[in-house]
T-cell receptor, first 115, second 117 residues
Framework: GESVGLHLPTLSVQEGDNSIINCAYSNSASDYFIWYKQESGKGPQFIIDIRSNMDKRQGQRVTVLLNKTVKHLSLQIAATQPGDSAVYFCAENSNRGGATNKLIFGTGTLLAVQP | GAVVSQHPSRVICKSGTSVKIECRSLDFQATTMFWYRQFPKQSLMLMATSNEGSKATYEQGVEKDKFLINHASLTLSTLTVTSAHPEDSSFYIC?????????????FGPGTRLTVL
């Protein structure tokens, strides 16, 4: 597959702290990015998205930052709660090989919130 | 809004049998649905793009005769794993893209855990 990881990077934070999850993408032509949250045994849940004509977008307790210069995406979660514990994936809208509107997923980051 | 369901949530079958997984968009019509598989502690791998009324588009390395996709209506796509073997055991997830608005956004179903004995 285009995105395969043998193990998940883990970010461990204390409850109430802010979390920052990072993602590097590879295709400079990608124009749309999404962050998903996946809890164990469940499908990915949409969190927030951003288009390439923006560099920041805020939601409820979450902020996505996009740096197109270095092809870097980050998800900031304010006041992290135990319910935020999950695997977080970034996804880019790929236009590779002429095929549009396919999402390519990053390897994922496991967020572990310590009470 | 944008709810996607899958059935069954879990299935255990014997090697050599075929298994059908359904993906439904509950509150919107989806001309395009996607099928992914996910191995433990790994990311989602796109298997195929399911287009209503036409043939599915398979990703490189995915056997179309092994993984049959039928997108018979604007709210239903099915994935049939034919002659399943233990190596087909995986978490299969579908997604659908609502019309209008951010047309690139995909909403995912809850997934189907397939175990082949």
């Amino acid at each position: 597959g285009e995105s395969v990881g043998l193990h998940l990077p883990t970010l461990s934070v204390q409850e109430g702290d802010n979390s920052i999850i990072n993602c590097a993408y590879s295709n400079s032509a990608s124009d749309y990015f999404i962050w998903y949250k996946q809890e164990s045994g469940k499908g990915p849940q949409f969190i927030i998205d951003i288009r390439s004509n923006m560099d920041k977008r805020q939601g409820q307790r979450v902020t996505v930052l996009l740096n197109k210069t270095v092809k870097h995406l980050s998800l900031q979660i304010a006041a992290t709660q135990p319910g935020d514990s999950a695997v977080y994936f970034c996804a880019e809208n790929s236009n590779r090989g002429g095929a549009t509107n396919k999402l390519i997923f990053g390897t994922g980051t496991l967020l572990a919130v310590q009470p | 809004g944008a709810v996607v369901s899958q059935h069954p949530s879990r299935v255990i079958c014997k090697s050599g049998t075929s298994v059908k997984i359904e993906c439904r968009s509950l509150d919107f019509q989806a001309t395009t649905m996607f099928w992914y598989r996910q191995f433990p502690k790994q990311s989602l791998m796109l298997m195929a793009t399911s287009n209503e009324g036409s043939k599915a588009t398979y990703e490189q390395g995915v056997e179309k005769d092994k993984f049959l996709i039928n997108h018979a209506s604007l709210t239903l796509s099915t994935l049939t794993v034919t002659s399943a073997h233990p190596e087909d055991s995986s978490f299969y997830i579908c997604s659908a893209r609502p019309p209008g608005g951010h047309t690139d956004t995909q909403y995912f179903g809850p997934g189907t855990r397939l175990t082949v004995l």
